[in-house]
């Protein structure tokens, strides 16, 4: 019904702007026949299509089209088509030089610390970098949370679905007193190299690998995609070939991280990190003057129905409400600061507890700030593009283009911005994978190679080894990324699954922390099932494909001629009725809003986790009853069980009194003393 009432409205549109009802039918027009894609209304959904009413509706949707057709064509021969513009911004010599001066530099940094920094010798030197100070680290934490896909997925975020999502900084806030009085002081006084290392402490040697090995296929995804979708992006709105992109990201980042180790990668993470802020604050400013003022931006926002930071719909449906923000976002920031390798490593390197805890808190509050900066640009974008949306007239082919397209177009004028800019986003995709390659290198060697395999590593080969780990994961992302680039739909899909396999490692630590009962085979089987059941739940989540319509566009006053006949084609060419839900694929678990992933996998490891480790606990006891409850009378104990060959040795010696206050004497460590004496 509502699909009919639209296609009526976009009807009597067409017959406002061209007049229709001046105009007559004339006979001597050559009719254009209308196509089969555009029998788009049957009436009731019961008239035949040779019913009188029906060929009535095609005759005059035929008139309408063919007439309106003309007429924008008329009025479209002194404009540019806005699909085909006929000057395109380009990436100009000088961004080039400001992109390969960023890369430079941090190449520069790498170059410093592998072969003229004294030290690194050790593993230990190379990963944890033997007390860092503490502004570099903050800074580095930073930026490793600042992904190049959030950075142009923020701001779509806001002009395609409103500023719901705002509140994500909300639980980021919220995960500073559980990192600092939970987690970390574990992780200090044990003085661990890698996270995963207290799984084992505390389960065993199996649950180590499972965390160490989730980590890896987490991060090995991630970094590829990290660099694939703004890459893509980049290339779409500005021109920038998107081989060349992915090739300067990594050839950058495998050397640093390879060659100067931890301390490399928070020393660039530092300057990329100033490189980033300046990006983000010089495009605010020249916002303020190009698409208007703060005021002006909330003024359009509010009256577009962009500002929302109060839906409390309680269905898990939903893909954005206050719940599943803040509640969702809770679990999948805890995962990142909390049980992230990368995370953790770089806290790891400063000398004492409280030095962490202090980079961790200003770490967090440097994220809410670039991410509220973040989201306002989204919201300056939206001012600026308010009547003449880019991605309904052809301009861009996708959301993520958006900002690109912004500011190479808006700002084409400004000298250097473009390149200032790609250097912003170049930036974030460094310090991600930078961060990534080192901490699968330490995850790599303390926890599958040592603990795994039981390789014996020296510490003085230790570095050689994580460099190796370094180069080799950065040259198999580096391979990984061009399989994912022929996958399509995996890109959501391979962010989908960070949150799962994040959600499933942060439900291993919270087991082990908060439930005393749980054991080994409680955590594994518990682990292993959750992680079963929570993919599958993302995997079909993804085959059926819910998508949340966008808020709407105007193209009212664009200084292009819209191709609209083309819009309304593919209006008219939908059908009526709403897609069919048929299967297992319609159950409302498999269209739960995305957010709730990580809190889904924590809780579901801790549940069942606990559930098994009960159940053992409770064989394994009546298994001891059963042997011990009659004694030798219980059937169930064979009388060899009580028989002993061993002759049993005795002696008359009378205990050695104290002769003094020397309280009591241990026979056996006098014992152990005398032989030693020996």
Known sequence: ?????????????????????????????????????????????????????????????????????????????????????????????IDYVILLSMLVVSLGIGIFYGFFQTGGSSSDDFLLGSGMSLLPVTLSLTTSFITAIELLGNPSEMYFQGTQFVLIVIPMLLVIPVAVKVFYPIYFKMELTSCYE???????????????????????????????????????????????????????????????????????????????AVSLVLIVLLGCFYSGSPVQVFQTAAERSRLEFFNFDPSPTTRHTVWSVVIGGFFYWTSLFCTNQASVQKCMSLKSLKLAKIALGFAIIGL?????????????????????????VGRITASDQLLPYYVINTYDHVYTIAGIF?????????????????SLSAV??????????????????????????????????????????HLGGVLQATLTLNGLIGGVTLGLFVLGIACKQANTKGAFYGGLLSLALVIFVGVVAQIANVETPALPTSVEHCDCHVNVTGIIDDL???????????????????????????????????FLGWLISVIIDAVQRRSVLRLTAKGIDNPAVSEDVFKCDVPVIFTTMKPIEPTSGEGHINLAIRLDDEYSAK
Request: hydrophobic content about 50%.
């Open 368 to 392: 809410v700030f670039v991410f509220l900066l973040n989201f306002y640009t989204g919201l300056m974008v939206f001012t600026h593009y308010a009547d003449c949306d880019p991605l309904s």
């Open 422 to 438: 790609v250097a912003g986003i170049f930036a974030a995709s460094l310090g991600t994978v930078a961060s990534a390659l080192n």
């Open 572 to 606: 008219l060419s939908e059908s009526l009725l709403p897609p069919a839900e048929h299967g297992f694929t319609s159950w409302p678990i498999f269209r739960m809003s995305y957010m709730w992933f990580s809190m889904v996998g924590c809780l579901l490891t801790v």
């Open 198 to 276: 207290y799984l084992g402490i505390r389960f065993g040697k199996e649950i180590r690998i499972l965390g160490a090995v989730l980590y890896v296929i987490q991060m090995c995804f991630y970094t590829a995609v990290a660099v694939l979708a703004p890459a893509i992006a980049l290339s779409k709105a500005t021109g920038l070939d998107t081989k060349i992109a992915v090739i300067l990201i990594y050839v950058v980042c495998v050397f640093y991280s390879s060659m100067g180790g931890i301390k490399a990668c928070v020393i660039a993470d530092s300057f990329q990190a100033a490189v980033l």
């Open 1 to 93: 019904m509502f699909g009919t009432i639209l296609k009526l409205l976009t009807l009597c549109a067409l017959a406002h702007s061209i007049n229709a009802h001046t105009l007559k039918q004339d006979p001597q027009r050559q009719q254009v026949p209308i196509t089969p894609e555009q029998k788009y209304l049957i009436v009731r959904g019961e008239s035949s299509a040779t019913s009188e009413e029906h060929l009535q509706f095609d005759d005059a949707a035929t008139l309408l089209l063919s007439a309106f057709k003309t007429q924008q064509l008329k009025a479209g021969l002194d404009l540019e088509e806005c699909s085909e513009p006929t000057q395109k911004a380009t990436f100009s010599g």
């Open 444 to 485: 790599t060697c303390e926890d599958l190679l040592i603990n795994g395999m039981n390789i014996k590593i020296s510490p003085e080969k230790g570095a050689t080894y994580a460099k190796w780990m370094s180069l080799g994961y950065g040259v198999g992302s580096f391979g990984l990324v061009f399989i994912v680039e």
